[in-house]
Nanobody
Framework: VQLAESGGGLVQAGDSLRVSCAAS????????MGWFRQAPGKEREFVGA????????VYADFVAGRFTASRDNAKNTAYLQMNSLQPADTAVYYC??????????????????WGQGTQVTVSS
């Protein structure tokens, strides 16, 4: 099983970035797809998640309407579109796949598979 993130990089404050998570070895339609991030010196935190069909989404409060999680089950790929990026968004971003119920998906310990992470750096 592999979740491969791509699309991170260095951007300026106010810019947008889309991170992709391509899965192999699993069929993501059977999984909730979540996004987490970890900034230097901080614990990993929940960013957002999208349900199996894409009909339901949930986000951390700090997202404040700036990020959108989505998925294309036909391509076996999940996405995180990030707009209005700020320096505080600088972190390694991880995608993860969970077979657990929707009420558990903000807990990183409820995820079965993780990607290797992609660095997002936002300069001021």
């Amino acid at each position: 099983v592999q979740l491969a993130e791509s699309g991170g990089g260095l951007v300026q404050a106010g810019d947008s970035l889309r991170v992709s998570c391509a899965a192999s070895g699993i069929t993501i339609s059977s999984f909730v797809m979540g996004w987490f991030r970890q900034a230097p010196g901080k614990e990993r935190e929940f960013v957002g998640a999208v349900s199996w069909s894409g009909a339901h989404k949930v986000y951390a409060d700090f997202v404040a309407g700036r990020f959108t999680a989505s998925r294309d089950n036909a391509k076996n790929t999940a996405y995180l579109q990030m707009n209005s990026l700020q320096p505080a968004d600088t972190a390694v971003y991880y995608c993860a796949a969970s077979t657990k119920g929707w009420d558990l998906i903000q807990n990183e310990y409820e995820y079965d598979y993780w990607g290797q992470g992609t660095q997002v750096t936002v300069s001021s």
